[in-house]
Every structure is written in C-alpha cells, then in structure tokens.
C-alpha cells in the first residue's frame, strides 16, 4: 500500500482512495489530475494483494478494473469517470465535500 499526498491537506475534505496496480497509465493519470489539483489521497496497491482486490471489488459494486476511486463514500469509477467529473466542472464539488 502507498500512501501518497500533496501539499495541500484539507481536513474538512472528503478522504479520497484510489486503488491501483504498479503498471497501469490509466491509475497514473488518474493520480497526476489529483496531484494536479492539490488532493490528499491514500493509495492502495493491489498488484500482489488479493485481499486488497477483493476489498476493491466489494467496494465498488463487481468492479475489477483499476483505478477505482472514491471520495468519501462515493464511487467515483474509473479515470475516464474522474476526467469526465473534471471536464463536467463537478470534480471540486465533489473533492471539497460541497455536493
């Protein structure tokens, strides 16, 4: 598990969790539009967890894909999803508990 944070850390902010594997360019996208935006996240590799990946799964609905992301209790899904919520203008809503 890797923890990763920016320099901005709001705790009024909903914790947002992103589940990743070490090589997949759709995880580190996802986490340079976080880091882009000064978000505080925690990280959770499943690469050689399983126990991680069932956790994701559970969480998510069924999902196995990476990223799956969360803010707060929300499931956001997958980078594309993220992207669309940034594009959409509903990202910093979302990240500052606002919605």
């Given at each position: 598990m890797n923890d990763a944070t920016t320099t901005q850390?709001?705790?009024g902010s909903p914790p947002v969790v992103i589940y990743t594997t070490l090589i997949c360019p759709f995880c580190?996208?996802?986490k340079h539009l976080l880091k882009k935006k000064g978000v505080?996240?925690?990280?959770?590799d499943v690469t050689?967890?399983?126990g991680e990946r069932l956790a994701m799964r559970e969480r998510s609905?069924?999902?196995n894909s990476v990223p799956q992301i969360f803010i707060?209790?929300?499931h956001i899904g997958g980078c594309d999803d993220l992207f669309e919520l940034e594009f959409d203008g509903d990202l910093d809503a979302l990240l500052t508990g606002n919605v």
């Open positions: 850390d709001d705790p580190h996208r996802a505080k996240y925690r990280e959770i050689l967890n399983p609905g069924g999902s707060g209790d929300r």
